[in-house]
């Protein structure tokens, strides 16, 4: 088992910046790759970014080039950090842990935290 636990969303104006926080706890963190997918209201959730063990990245198009994964393995934590931010970038961020790395699916993905709301006024 691996529990996640989210932090750093909040309200933000646009163009501005936030950094996203994923605390893991339990089976050994360097083993797996992790991912962030955020959901809107009344939306699907949909994938952001991914990390593999060894610290190879991916985006979705909607974010390349504004944000950025990174994982520190010592402290058992991923972060996103969340550069020009804007209003449609408002959701519930979720980070994930999985065996596969670069998955832009949920299904592939086998722990999920409770999620972190962020809002980005305009």
């Known amino acids: 088992q691996v529990q996640l636990v989210e932090s750093g969303g909040g309200l933000a104006q646009a163009g501005v910046s936030l950094r996203l926080s994923c605390a893991a706890s339990?089976?050994?963190?360097?083993?797996?790759?992790m991912g962030w997918f955020r959901q809107a209201s009344g939306k699907e959730r949909e994938f952001v970014a991914a990390?593999?063990?060894?610290?190879?990245?991916s985006y979705a198009d909607s974010v390349k080039g504004r944000f950025t994964i990174s994982r520190d393995n010592a402290k058992n934590t991923v972060y996103l950090q969340m550069n020009s931010l804007k209003p449609g970038d408002t959701a519930v961020y979720y980070c994930?842990?999985?065996?596969?790395?670069?998955?832009?699916?949920?299904?592939?993905?086998?722990?999920w935290g409770t999620g972190t709301q962020g809002t980005v006024s305009s």
């Open positions: 339990g089976r050994t963190f360097s083993g797996y790759a």
């Open positions: 990390i593999s063990w060894s610290g190879g990245t």
């Open positions: 994930a842990a999985g065996l596969k790395p670069y998955s832009s699916y949920p299904r592939e993905y086998d722990y």
